[in-house]
Protein backbone atom coordinates (compact mmCIF):
# COMPACT_ATOMS: atom_id res chain seq x y z
CA UNK A 1 0.00 0.00 0.00
CA UNK A 2 0.75 3.55 -0.76
CA UNK A 3 1.61 5.64 2.34
CA UNK A 4 -0.87 8.72 3.19
CA UNK A 5 -0.44 11.67 5.08
CA UNK A 6 -2.14 12.57 8.04
CA UNK A 7 -3.66 16.01 6.46
CA UNK A 8 -5.31 14.02 3.73
CA UNK A 9 -7.15 11.35 6.20
CA UNK A 10 -10.53 13.06 5.37
CA UNK A 11 -11.10 11.76 1.70
CA UNK A 12 -10.12 8.82 3.15
CA UNK A 13 -13.58 8.00 5.32
CA UNK A 14 -14.59 4.36 5.51
CA UNK A 15 -11.22 3.35 3.50
CA UNK A 16 -7.84 1.07 4.49
CA UNK A 17 -4.91 3.29 4.61
CA UNK A 18 -1.49 3.51 5.36
CA UNK A 19 -0.02 5.77 7.72
CA UNK A 20 3.57 6.04 8.84
CA UNK A 21 5.17 8.35 11.81
CA UNK A 22 6.51 8.81 14.99
CA UNK A 23 4.58 7.47 18.41
CA UNK A 24 3.54 11.09 20.23
CA UNK A 25 1.57 9.41 23.05
CA UNK A 26 0.70 6.07 23.62
CA UNK A 27 -1.87 4.81 26.27
CA UNK A 28 -2.59 0.84 26.72
CA UNK A 29 -5.79 -0.29 28.62
CA UNK A 30 -6.74 -3.82 29.23
CA UNK A 31 -9.45 -4.09 25.93
CA UNK A 32 -7.79 -1.97 23.63
CA UNK A 33 -5.01 1.02 23.53
CA UNK A 34 -5.11 4.88 21.85
CA UNK A 35 -2.20 6.05 20.21
CA UNK A 36 -1.47 9.56 18.83
CA UNK A 37 1.04 9.26 15.46
CA UNK A 38 2.87 12.18 14.56
CA UNK A 39 4.22 12.89 10.92
CA UNK A 40 5.27 16.06 8.65
CA UNK A 41 1.62 17.03 7.86
CA UNK A 42 -0.10 16.93 11.57
CA UNK A 43 -1.29 14.33 14.17
CA UNK A 44 -3.69 11.45 14.26
CA UNK A 45 -5.90 9.37 16.62
CA UNK A 46 -5.21 5.87 16.30
CA UNK A 47 -7.37 3.03 17.84
CA UNK A 48 -5.86 -0.26 18.53
CA UNK A 49 -8.51 -2.87 19.02
CA UNK A 50 -7.73 -5.99 21.84
CA UNK A 51 -5.51 -8.62 19.92
CA UNK A 52 -2.89 -6.27 18.41
CA UNK A 53 -1.90 -4.31 20.94
CA UNK A 54 1.74 -4.08 21.76
CA UNK A 55 3.94 -1.81 23.98
CA UNK A 56 5.54 1.05 21.93
CA UNK A 57 8.00 3.44 23.53
CA UNK A 58 7.50 6.80 22.78
CA UNK A 59 9.33 8.65 19.67
CA UNK A 60 9.51 5.09 17.86
CA UNK A 61 8.57 5.27 14.02
CA UNK A 62 6.05 2.83 13.10
CA UNK A 63 2.99 1.86 10.31
CA UNK A 64 -0.28 1.41 10.85
CA UNK A 65 -2.57 -0.45 8.53
CA UNK A 66 -6.60 0.70 9.29
CA UNK A 67 -9.76 1.90 8.88
CA UNK A 68 -10.24 5.94 8.65
CA UNK A 69 -13.57 6.39 10.25
CA UNK A 70 -15.21 10.14 11.08
CA UNK A 71 -14.61 10.99 15.02
CA UNK A 72 -15.97 13.87 15.71
CA UNK A 73 -14.68 13.81 19.44
CA UNK A 74 -11.32 13.66 18.19
CA UNK A 75 -9.10 16.75 18.22
CA UNK A 76 -7.16 16.27 15.30
CA UNK A 77 -9.48 16.67 12.22
CA UNK A 78 -12.51 14.72 13.22
CA UNK A 79 -11.01 11.40 12.16
CA UNK A 80 -9.67 8.28 13.59
CA UNK A 81 -8.22 5.47 12.57
CA UNK A 82 -9.04 2.08 13.92
CA UNK A 83 -5.70 -0.10 13.19
CA UNK A 84 -6.22 -3.41 12.22
CA UNK A 85 -1.79 -4.22 12.04
CA UNK A 86 0.99 -2.30 13.69
CA UNK A 87 4.55 -2.83 12.28
CA UNK A 88 7.72 -0.95 14.56
CA UNK A 89 10.30 0.43 11.91
CA UNK A 90 12.50 1.74 14.42
CA UNK A 91 12.20 1.46 18.20
CA UNK A 92 13.29 4.24 20.50
CA UNK A 93 14.89 3.91 23.52
CA UNK A 94 13.51 5.51 27.22
CA UNK A 95 13.63 9.03 26.46
CA UNK A 96 16.16 11.43 28.52
CA UNK A 97 12.39 12.88 29.07
CA UNK A 98 8.90 13.72 27.98
CA UNK A 99 8.93 15.32 24.38
CA UNK A 100 5.26 15.94 24.50
CA UNK A 101 4.63 17.74 27.45
CA UNK A 102 5.70 21.22 27.41
CA UNK A 103 5.04 21.99 31.25
CA UNK A 104 8.16 19.29 31.87
CA UNK A 105 10.92 21.40 30.05
CA UNK A 106 14.52 20.18 31.37
CA UNK A 107 17.39 23.65 31.45
CA UNK A 108 18.13 24.45 28.37
CA UNK A 109 21.81 23.27 28.50
CA UNK A 110 20.24 19.84 28.55
CA UNK A 111 17.90 20.31 26.12
CA UNK A 112 20.73 21.82 23.80
CA UNK A 113 22.94 17.97 24.54
CA UNK A 114 20.02 16.48 22.86
CA UNK A 115 19.34 18.67 20.12
CA UNK A 116 18.02 16.38 17.80
CA UNK A 117 15.61 15.19 20.14
CA UNK A 118 14.63 18.38 21.10
CA UNK A 119 14.10 19.74 18.00
CA UNK A 120 11.12 17.05 17.92
CA UNK A 121 8.99 19.01 20.97
CA UNK A 122 5.96 20.94 19.46
CA UNK A 123 7.41 24.26 20.57
CA UNK A 124 10.76 23.63 18.99
CA UNK A 125 8.55 22.70 15.52
CA UNK A 126 6.42 25.71 15.77
CA UNK A 127 9.69 27.90 16.25
CA UNK A 128 11.36 26.36 13.11
CA UNK A 129 8.41 26.32 10.57
CA UNK A 130 7.73 29.63 11.12
CA UNK A 131 11.46 30.69 10.87
CA UNK A 132 11.06 28.75 7.38
CA UNK A 133 8.54 30.69 6.22
CA UNK A 134 10.27 33.61 7.18
CA UNK A 135 13.17 32.59 5.07
CA UNK A 136 10.56 31.67 2.40
CA UNK A 137 8.67 35.23 2.40
CA UNK A 138 11.81 37.38 2.18
CA UNK A 139 13.39 35.36 -0.60
CA UNK A 140 9.90 35.98 -2.19
CA UNK A 141 9.84 39.79 -2.04
CA UNK A 142 13.22 40.82 -3.05
CA UNK A 143 12.62 37.97 -6.13
CA UNK A 144 9.53 40.12 -7.04
CA UNK A 145 11.17 43.25 -6.74
CA UNK A 146 14.45 42.50 -9.21
CA UNK A 147 16.77 41.39 -6.42
CA UNK A 148 19.16 38.61 -7.20
CA UNK A 149 20.27 36.06 -5.17
CA UNK A 150 24.70 35.42 -4.20
CA UNK A 151 26.05 32.87 -2.25
CA UNK A 152 29.29 34.58 -1.07
CA UNK A 153 32.64 33.17 0.01
CA UNK A 154 32.66 32.25 4.17
CA UNK A 155 36.37 33.14 3.97
CA UNK A 156 38.53 36.11 3.58
CA UNK A 157 41.89 37.50 4.05
CA UNK A 158 40.21 40.58 5.98
CA UNK A 159 37.37 41.98 7.86
CA UNK A 160 35.68 45.03 7.00
CA UNK A 161 33.25 45.48 10.22
CA UNK A 162 34.92 47.42 12.58
CA UNK A 163 34.17 46.31 16.65
CA UNK A 164 34.02 42.53 15.96
CA UNK A 165 36.96 39.94 16.23
CA UNK A 166 37.05 37.49 13.41
CA UNK A 167 37.65 33.53 14.05
CA UNK A 168 40.85 32.67 12.21
CA UNK A 169 41.04 29.34 10.14
CA UNK A 170 44.45 27.91 7.95
CA UNK A 171 43.71 27.60 4.41
CA UNK A 172 46.07 25.47 2.87
CA UNK A 173 49.05 27.22 5.19
CA UNK A 174 47.49 30.46 4.55
CA UNK A 175 45.89 32.54 7.45
CA UNK A 176 42.09 33.60 6.71
CA UNK A 177 39.38 34.41 8.59
CA UNK A 178 35.15 33.65 8.60
CA UNK A 179 33.51 36.43 7.05
CA UNK A 180 31.90 38.81 9.47
CA UNK A 181 29.65 40.23 6.92
CA UNK A 182 29.16 39.81 3.38
CA UNK A 183 29.46 43.20 3.02
CA UNK A 184 32.39 43.50 0.73
CA UNK A 185 30.38 40.93 -2.17
CA UNK A 186 27.36 42.38 -1.68
CA UNK A 187 28.87 46.08 -2.96
CA UNK A 188 30.90 44.06 -5.94
CA UNK A 189 27.26 42.47 -6.81
CA UNK A 190 26.13 45.69 -7.33
CA UNK A 191 28.05 46.49 -9.56
CA UNK A 192 26.68 43.56 -11.50
CA UNK A 193 23.19 43.05 -11.17
CA UNK A 194 22.18 46.50 -9.02
CA UNK A 195 20.11 44.75 -6.42
CA UNK A 196 21.37 41.45 -4.75
CA UNK A 197 20.21 40.10 -1.57
CA UNK A 198 21.43 36.72 0.76
CA UNK A 199 20.67 34.34 3.08
CA UNK A 200 23.85 33.03 5.00
CA UNK A 201 25.85 32.17 7.77
CA UNK A 202 27.61 34.93 9.47
CA UNK A 203 30.89 34.73 12.09
CA UNK A 204 31.12 36.83 14.76
CA UNK A 205 33.84 35.74 17.61
CA UNK A 206 32.73 38.72 19.77
CA UNK A 207 33.19 38.24 23.45
CA UNK A 208 29.59 39.00 24.84
CA UNK A 209 27.46 36.58 26.26
CA UNK A 210 23.91 37.72 26.22
CA UNK A 211 20.58 36.63 25.09
CA UNK A 212 20.52 37.94 21.97
CA UNK A 213 24.80 37.00 20.69
CA UNK A 214 25.49 34.19 18.63
CA UNK A 215 28.68 33.51 17.08
CA UNK A 216 27.06 31.71 14.04
CA UNK A 217 24.01 33.27 12.90
CA UNK A 218 22.02 33.72 9.46
CA UNK A 219 22.13 36.93 8.03
CA UNK A 220 19.55 38.48 5.65
CA UNK A 221 21.44 40.91 3.63
CA UNK A 222 20.53 42.86 0.14
CA UNK A 223 22.03 45.77 -1.70
CA UNK A 224 20.56 48.27 -3.79
CA UNK A 225 22.06 50.42 -6.41
CA UNK A 226 21.03 53.69 -7.99
CA UNK A 227 19.35 54.67 -4.81
CA UNK A 228 18.45 58.57 -4.56
CA UNK A 229 18.68 58.47 -0.50
CA UNK A 230 18.65 56.15 2.30
CA UNK A 231 14.90 56.58 2.93
CA UNK A 232 14.73 53.78 -0.27
CA UNK A 233 16.86 51.19 1.80
CA UNK A 234 14.32 51.58 4.95
CA UNK A 235 10.59 51.55 2.98
CA UNK A 236 11.89 48.33 1.19
CA UNK A 237 13.01 46.98 4.42
CA UNK A 238 10.00 47.91 6.45
CA UNK A 239 8.02 46.52 2.76
CA UNK A 240 9.93 43.07 3.25
CA UNK A 241 8.77 43.00 6.56
CA UNK A 242 5.14 43.79 6.47
CA UNK A 243 5.32 41.21 3.77
CA UNK A 244 6.85 38.56 5.94
CA UNK A 245 4.28 39.25 8.69
CA UNK A 246 1.09 38.96 6.32
CA UNK A 247 2.65 35.71 5.33
CA UNK A 248 3.33 34.38 8.49
CA UNK A 249 -0.55 35.32 9.20
CA UNK A 250 -1.68 33.18 6.07
CA UNK A 251 0.55 30.06 6.58
CA UNK A 252 1.40 29.90 10.18
CA UNK A 253 -1.74 30.58 12.10
CA UNK A 254 -1.41 26.90 13.92
CA UNK A 255 2.26 27.72 15.16
CA UNK A 256 1.60 31.37 16.25
CA UNK A 257 -1.21 30.21 17.74
CA UNK A 258 0.04 27.68 19.67
CA UNK A 259 2.93 29.93 21.15
CA UNK A 260 0.65 32.27 21.82
CA UNK A 261 2.15 34.78 19.34
CA UNK A 262 -0.34 37.72 17.42
CA UNK A 263 1.18 39.46 14.87
CA UNK A 264 0.62 42.83 13.69
CA UNK A 265 2.51 45.03 11.47
CA UNK A 266 2.14 49.15 11.78
CA UNK A 267 4.50 51.75 9.51
CA UNK A 268 7.54 52.37 11.03
CA UNK A 269 8.06 55.15 12.49
CA UNK A 270 11.69 57.09 11.73
CA UNK A 271 14.02 59.23 14.39
CA UNK A 272 17.04 60.67 14.23
CA UNK A 273 19.65 59.48 16.81
CA UNK A 274 20.26 62.99 18.31
CA UNK A 275 16.55 63.09 18.92
CA UNK A 276 16.10 59.01 20.72
CA UNK A 277 19.04 60.43 23.18
CA UNK A 278 17.00 64.16 23.85
CA UNK A 279 13.98 61.66 24.15
CA UNK A 280 15.22 59.16 26.88
CA UNK A 281 17.23 61.92 28.51
CA UNK A 282 13.69 64.03 28.81
CA UNK A 283 11.59 61.02 29.43
CA UNK A 284 13.51 58.64 31.87
CA UNK A 285 16.23 61.06 33.22
CA UNK A 286 18.91 59.26 31.72
CA UNK A 287 22.07 60.82 30.34
CA UNK A 288 24.50 58.56 27.66
CA UNK A 289 28.08 60.07 27.85
CA UNK A 290 29.41 57.56 25.45
CA UNK A 291 28.17 57.80 21.51
CA UNK A 292 25.63 54.82 20.68
CA UNK A 293 22.66 53.59 22.12
CA UNK A 294 22.97 50.57 25.01
CA UNK A 295 20.83 48.10 25.65
CA UNK A 296 18.84 49.59 28.46
CA UNK A 297 18.17 52.86 25.56
CA UNK A 298 17.07 50.43 22.80
CA UNK A 299 14.91 48.81 25.06
CA UNK A 300 13.75 52.76 26.42
CA UNK A 301 13.06 54.11 23.16
CA UNK A 302 11.13 51.47 21.50
CA UNK A 303 8.62 51.77 24.78
CA UNK A 304 8.52 55.08 24.19
CA UNK A 305 7.48 54.85 20.40
CA UNK A 306 5.40 51.85 21.04
CA UNK A 307 3.35 54.01 23.68
CA UNK A 308 3.21 56.84 20.90
CA UNK A 309 2.49 55.29 17.99
CA UNK A 310 1.56 51.15 18.64
CA UNK A 311 4.41 50.52 16.75
CA UNK A 312 7.04 47.63 17.70
CA UNK A 313 9.24 48.52 15.27
CA UNK A 314 11.47 52.15 14.92
CA UNK A 315 13.92 53.21 12.94
CA UNK A 316 17.15 54.71 14.45
CA UNK A 317 19.04 57.26 11.76
CA UNK A 318 21.62 59.78 11.54
CA UNK A 319 24.10 57.35 13.73
CA UNK A 320 27.40 59.59 14.32
CA UNK A 321 29.87 59.15 11.64
CA UNK A 322 32.21 58.55 13.99
CA UNK A 323 30.51 55.20 15.40
CA UNK A 324 30.26 53.81 11.74
CA UNK A 325 32.38 51.75 8.97
CA UNK A 326 34.81 54.03 6.76
CA UNK A 327 32.00 53.03 3.34
CA UNK A 328 29.35 54.96 5.73
CA UNK A 329 27.83 58.12 3.60
CA UNK A 330 28.46 61.15 5.47
CA UNK A 331 25.35 63.31 6.21
CA UNK A 332 25.03 66.87 5.30
CA UNK A 333 24.39 67.29 9.00
CA UNK A 334 27.84 67.91 10.49
CA UNK A 335 29.19 65.05 12.36
CA UNK A 336 26.25 62.72 11.09
CA UNK A 337 26.17 59.34 8.29
CA UNK A 338 23.28 58.18 6.15
CA UNK A 339 22.71 55.32 8.50
CA UNK A 340 20.28 53.52 10.52
CA UNK A 341 19.24 50.64 12.89
CA UNK A 342 15.65 48.85 13.16
CA UNK A 343 14.78 48.83 16.53
CA UNK A 344 12.21 45.70 17.30
CA UNK A 345 10.53 45.12 20.77
CA UNK A 346 13.47 47.15 21.99
CA UNK A 347 16.34 45.32 20.54
CA UNK A 348 18.59 45.78 17.52
CA UNK A 349 17.93 43.61 14.67
CA UNK A 350 19.13 45.48 11.68
CA UNK A 351 21.90 47.88 10.57
CA UNK A 352 21.97 49.52 7.24
CA UNK A 353 22.48 52.83 5.41
CA UNK A 354 24.14 53.96 2.05
CA UNK A 355 27.20 53.87 0.66
CA UNK A 356 30.04 55.88 -0.04
CA UNK A 357 30.10 54.67 -4.04
CA UNK A 358 33.13 57.31 -5.13
CA UNK A 359 36.68 55.90 -5.19
CA UNK A 360 38.76 59.11 -4.09
CA UNK A 361 36.04 59.61 -1.66
CA UNK A 362 36.28 56.01 -0.45
CA UNK A 363 40.00 56.29 -0.39
CA UNK A 364 39.64 59.06 2.26
CA UNK A 365 37.89 58.07 4.71
CA UNK A 366 39.37 54.86 5.13
CA UNK A 367 42.74 57.34 5.56
CA UNK A 368 40.41 59.43 7.89
CA UNK A 369 39.70 55.92 9.97
CA UNK A 370 43.27 55.61 10.27
CA UNK A 371 43.25 52.73 8.13
CA UNK A 372 46.04 51.95 5.08
CA UNK A 373 44.39 52.09 1.81
CA UNK A 374 46.49 49.18 0.37
CA UNK A 375 44.76 46.91 3.12
CA UNK A 376 41.52 47.55 1.15
CA UNK A 377 43.03 47.12 -2.13
CA UNK A 378 40.62 44.30 -3.60
CA UNK A 379 37.81 46.13 -1.18
CA UNK A 380 38.28 50.04 -3.53
CA UNK A 381 38.83 47.62 -6.47
CA UNK A 382 35.46 47.44 -8.14
CA UNK A 383 35.15 50.99 -7.19
CA UNK A 384 37.97 52.37 -9.31
CA UNK A 385 35.52 51.35 -12.23
CA UNK A 386 31.66 52.49 -12.11
CA UNK A 387 29.94 51.90 -9.28
CA UNK A 388 26.23 53.67 -8.90
CA UNK A 389 24.77 55.66 -5.46
CA UNK A 390 23.91 52.43 -3.37
CA UNK A 391 22.88 51.00 0.15
CA UNK A 392 21.97 48.39 1.57
CA UNK A 393 21.47 46.42 5.39
CA UNK A 394 21.67 43.27 7.33
CA UNK A 395 19.13 41.39 9.23
CA UNK A 396 19.88 38.94 12.03
CA UNK A 397 17.64 36.33 11.79
CA UNK A 398 17.35 34.89 14.91
CA UNK A 399 16.93 38.17 16.72
CA UNK A 400 13.84 38.64 14.83
CA UNK A 401 12.57 35.97 15.72
CA UNK A 402 13.68 35.74 19.18
CA UNK A 403 11.51 39.01 19.45
CA UNK A 404 8.93 37.80 17.31
CA UNK A 405 8.42 34.99 19.20
CA UNK A 406 8.99 36.34 22.97
CA UNK A 407 11.93 33.79 23.13
CA UNK A 408 14.41 33.83 26.11
CA UNK A 409 17.03 33.95 24.33
CA UNK A 410 18.75 34.09 20.41
CA UNK A 411 19.88 30.24 21.08
CA UNK A 412 16.28 29.07 21.23
CA UNK A 413 15.85 30.65 16.98
CA UNK A 414 19.19 28.59 16.11
CA UNK A 415 19.12 25.20 15.25
CA UNK A 416 22.17 24.52 16.03
CA UNK A 417 23.25 26.97 18.64
CA UNK A 418 26.65 28.42 18.23
CA UNK A 419 27.44 31.02 20.94
CA UNK A 420 30.75 32.07 23.83
CA UNK A 421 30.06 29.48 26.05
CA UNK A 422 28.18 26.84 24.55
CA UNK A 423 29.98 24.29 21.87
CA UNK A 424 27.80 21.04 21.98
CA UNK A 425 27.41 19.81 18.69
Keep these: MKRVNINKLEEFIGQKVLVQGWVSQFRELKKFSFLILRERTGYCQIFIPSGITKSLHPESVIEIVGYVKE ?4 RYNGVEIVAESINI ?5 TLPF ?3 REEEIPPFNTLNIYRPLTLRKEKERCIFKIQSEIIYAYREYLRNNGFTEIQSTKMSKAGLESGAEMFEVEYFGEKMYLTQSPQFYKQMMVGVYERVYEIGKVYRAEGSNTNKHLTEFTGFEFEMGFIESVEEIMQMEENIFEHIFEHLNKFCINELQYLGVELKFNKIPRIEYSEAVNIIKKEYGITYEKIGLNTEAERLIS ?33 CSETFELLYKGMEITSGGQRIHNYEQLVNAIKEKGLNPESFESYLMPFKFGMPPHGGMGIGLERVLKQMLLLNSAEEASLIPRTKEKFIH
Excluded: C, D, W
Design 71 to 74: EKQS
Design 89 to 93: ISEAH
Design 98 to 100: PIN
Design 303 to 335: EYIFNKTGSEFVFITKYPLSERPFYAMPSKEEG
